[in-house]
Structures are given as structure tokens and as C-alpha cells.
């Protein structure tokens, strides 16, 4: 996992909760240490314990923290490959052009970068079809990413995001669409 994704989820916990709140979160989930390099990549396990136990202490679904953690995401990452977006796009476009601007430059920067594979379709004007693939299987996440950028865009009262298939394979079908 990319440390820049880590390092949001730190920011993330201590503004929806505290630092206090963190460090525990990081000791429950047997890390050495709660501070990660943007530079570095880590294992996936460090996100998989520290989002579980997160779920585990606020009481709601891992799956729904991932979706919520996936939201707050989006206006980081618009602005590190804002030079990698057109600024005529809106969600639908960003979403059609997302493997080949900013997944492409995350793989070239670092050999052990994984994003997942996004092959989406464009079935109209208003609708797409993302089919995600992942073993990392993080379908939630990327629904999250997919509201916040509707939500960047200033459209979220008008995007309809609905997975497909269950949100937690390898294997997850996104039908975003446009009302």
C-alpha cells in the first residue's frame, strides 16, 4: 500500500476523531509505529488491521469505513494529479479516464505501486461501468472514490453509484450513473 494512502488515513482518523484516537488505533493493531513515508510502499496488512480495528472501535462495518475513508480521499488526490486532469472533465469523464491518467502515473513512480485495475466503460452520455480488479479487494474504497469525486465535481445530488456485485471481491462491478 502506497504510504500516501496511509498517511490520509492517519489525517483522516484524527480529524474525524483525535490523535489519541490514533495511537491507539495503531498499537491495537500491533504496528510499530503510526507514522508512514510518502516516498514508501508498505504491505497491505498494515491497512487491513488498522481499517479493521477502526471499524472495530466505532462500530460500524469495515466495508462502510472503507467507503467513508474513500470519500475523504478525493480532494488529496485531485490535487497531486491535477496535472494529469483536463479540466473540462466531470465525474463521469474522470472516472472514464482514471486508469490511463492517474493509475498509470502511480504504477510509472514505483515499481510495487498496485493500484487496481480499472476497465470502465462508457455506456452514454449520463452512465459507466467500472469493473474493478483487485486481490487486494477493496471494492468499498473505490465506491467511496467514486461519491467523492461526484462530490468534488459539485454533482453528488445527481450521481448514482451502485455496486453491482459484493463489494468485498477481487472482482467488483460499479454502475455510476447521471440523472
Known sequence: ???TILTLLK??????????TWVKLVELSGLDSGDFS???????EHLYAL???AAEMVGIPAGELHEKFGEYLVPDLMYMYQKHLNPNWRTLDML????????YEVRRQHANNAPPVLDVKR?????VIINYVSVRRMGGLAVGIVRGVAA???EADRIDVMPTT???GERVQIHVRRN
Open 51 to 53: 481499517v479493521g480495528r
Open 1 to 3: 500500500m502506497h504510504g
Open 96 to 103: 472514464e479516464h482514471t486508469e490511463h491518467t492517474m493509475h
Open 152 to 154: 468534488y465535481y459539485d
Open 38 to 44: 510518502h516516498k514508501e510502499v508498505y504491505p497491505d
Open 166 to 168: 459484493s463489494e468485498d
Open 123 to 127: 455506456l452514454n452520455e449520463n452512465e
Open 11 to 20: 489525517r483522516y482518523v484524527q480529524t474525524q476523531y483525535d490523535h489519541s
